[in-house]
């Protein structure tokens, strides 16, 4: 895949990127799941059952003591192959523009992504999970505690997305 | 508030960092809240209901469109005077060492920032919300809108936090 994969639709809109990043990110693993391409993946991380495998870099591998005491976890992780210059989508191509914040879409200025993954097992530097829909060998950015006082909402609602009936 | 302000303690380890970042964040906007020091943030953003303001840099701001729909939204912002070098810490200087990715202390590789906040208004390119606490003027990341389906897991639980009865 690449970032033809994405083109400018009827209806999607574009804006010129700043000239230089604010900030810089370090990759601390890899992220290995079943899908090799883009097409293959999962619409939805919960249409899938799949084990995924976080692999932590050696470097960072301290950073995962206690990790084991967690049910769920917070993963972040850059969707490296997407455009960062839609601000309008139409997802799906399916004639109706959104707005990229009001999407999940991994086409966004920051393709930081955000997934909830049930931890099934910590052998060493290698997290076993369930919940992801990237790509084999996607970069990860963070891992952190997902904690229901303040991550859980269970009555949120994405208007666009569940109309009032 | 400098990163002087988090020192190495009994108990922390440092990691050198690697010589180049893997990949760039523009930031988007910037988050105003009523906090001007570490000392005055909540400790939870459950403890506060203070109302916060994201502005979103014009640039963007039309990816804001269908924003107003959402009850909640995820916002992932810079923790800009974290250190990025702990791997281990001692949070809340009380003894016990843990893991960075077992903790959401704004120290780590990559001091990204999750919140999941309420949704009030959204004014043009600023959106009032409740649910944060950090500093006036973070730098903003990302904007996504939270699915109860996908990231709500009322039942998640950090064992280290809450022991077992």
Known sequence: MSTKDFGVWDGEKTVELPKQPDAGLYFIGRIHTPWKERKDCPKNARESEAICVIEVDPRWADGLKDVETCTHLV????????????????????????????????????????????????????????????????????????????DSVPDAVVGWHRPKD
Do not use: E, H
Request: charge should be positive; hydrophobic fraction near 40%.
């Open 75 to 150: 993963l972040l992780y850059w969707m490296d192959r997407s455009p960062r210059t839609l601000v309008l989508q139409v997802p799906g191509r399916r004639g109706v523009q959104r707005g990229t914040f009001a999407l999940r879409s991994p086409a966004r200025p920051n393709p930081v992504a955000m997934s909830v993954v049930k931890l099934l097992r910590v052998d060493g530097n290698r997290l076993s999970v369930v919940g992801l829909d990237c790509l084999d060998g996607t970069p990860l950015v963070d891992i952190k505690p997902y904690f229901a006082s303040t």
